[in-house]
């Protein structure tokens, strides 16, 4: 009651109008002007220090980014092999007759070997697209389109991404059959549950290797050794995990896989779908045209977007055991930082770190109000696994998905770390959450009535 | 020069570059991964993997001056929370004027 309540005033508030000045300015600008005013404010010995106002928000400083399932920043690397690509040398990789177009050539097809390496896949099985959505849409809606007359089947879970359940439901608007097949409490497929939803005319099984929301890591192994034997073709959205975990496309049997840029430490606006050729997979294209990328992706290929794309495949491969290293002592840290200063703290996903990617800390608060949990702790940006912070008020799908209730559902906070993430942040991370779930669960009388030892699912609400 | 002592200096060029970089996320970055970098590949024998270690080493340190002037020009004006409230964590002045790419 109370949380529906403050999610129709937060709504309410909402809807009024934006402030339009600034916007207007900068429209006519022909210079990129930074986001912030920084020149309101007295500067301090430290530097500038500047007021930022956003919606109706005012903050003191840039906050500590802690989303990284959402973007990631791209690394320096990348941006220093994009730059040459996005300056001089611009050229059109499908031009023949020039050096501008060799060279932008050469430059994409190096790319295509770093991503290639990273994955253990042939350069010639990468197909470059506009990003992990697409990837997934040519996938799962290129297979069916291929497979229209033979086959009417495809599965997938419950908690794939949204790009993954509307193209299936794309699919079934066109008469095909989904099971969309549900998860354990912590997140983990059943395979026997998958082996016993395989039927002679399935033409695809789609499951994420690692979940955005969760962190999740599915048994990809297993699922392609079932789908191998069954003669189905894998589709797993590698977009969480290529780069982060190591990722084998013949160890696990993968026939597609979706790659996104900027969850790597890459550009925004490309990704790429790996493709096996041996055995050879059959797809549709989507983008009709001049039949670049194989015939099954159309349109130039944006040679600095790939670049980039394939130097943070490149750092990725270097990185990542240090990465990994470095992310499960981050993990720990503000795990162990926040349980033992509160209780009361749920763990959405499996707590065994071999099947979860410990740069996904998802933890729900109970008895705290989600939408002003989220609100009050704007000096880190986090993400909150309700959809409350957009526009509908529904729990998102996957923590409904795995069971959890719905108050629970409502207070999630998800933290993303990564390779750029500090010690610093993360006990600042830690200090913050501690202070403002105290601070709400001080005002909540649902608290006190806890503290009192009442069980709340035996009171009976009185109806007024 | 022996790879030792070219890897001490390369380090030290390293870690000094990095204390200018304008991004606090990056700065802290570099100074970890350079730490952990060279004190891995100071346990290293094979010659050859010294060497394209070395050369890796070089290639960054370039990225590191070039990216510092990038992010120095399009980076915010604002501070995060953590450098306004702790001066340790900005970065370390100008760099030297003399800064050859």
New interface residues.
Partial sequence: MLQRVACQLLQASRLAAPTMGNQVIRGLSAV?Q???D?DSGPS???????V?EKKGIAL??????LDMQATT?MD??V??AM?PYMTEQFGNPHSRTHLYGWESEEAVEDARKQIAGLIGADPKEIIFTSGATESNNTAIKGVAGYFKDKKKHVITTQTEHKCVLDSCRWLQQRGWDVTYLPVRPDGLLDLAQLEAAIRPDTALVSVMAVNNEIGVVQPMDEIGELCRKRGVYFHTDGAQAVGKIPVDVNKSKIDLMSISGHKIYGPKGIGALYVRRRPRVRLEALMSGGGQERGLRSGTVPTPLVVGLGAACAVAAR?ME?DLA?VRRLEERLRTGITSRLQGVHLNGPADLARRYPGNLNLSFAYVEGESLIMGLK?IAVSSGSACTSASLEPSYVLRALGVEEELAHTSIRYGMG????D??VD?AIDMTVSHVNKLREMSPLWEMVQEGVDLKSIQWAQH | MSAASEARSLFRALLRAGKHFPN???R??IQ??AR??FHDGAKLTDPAAVKSLLELGRQ?LE??K??SV??GL?G?????????D??A??PAGKPPASASL
């Fill in positions: 990129p930074p986001a912030e920084a301090t010995s430290g530097g500038r220090s500047g930022i003191r400083g840039v906050p500590l980014y920043p320096p690397r941006i220093d730059l990185e240090s470095h000096e390779r750029f993430t500090t610093a942040e600042r | 606090y996320n990056v802290e970055y970890r991964r952990e970098g960054e990225v590191v070039r990216q990038v992010y399009y915010r004006k604002v501070k995060n929370v953590l450098e306004l702790l001066p964590f900005q």
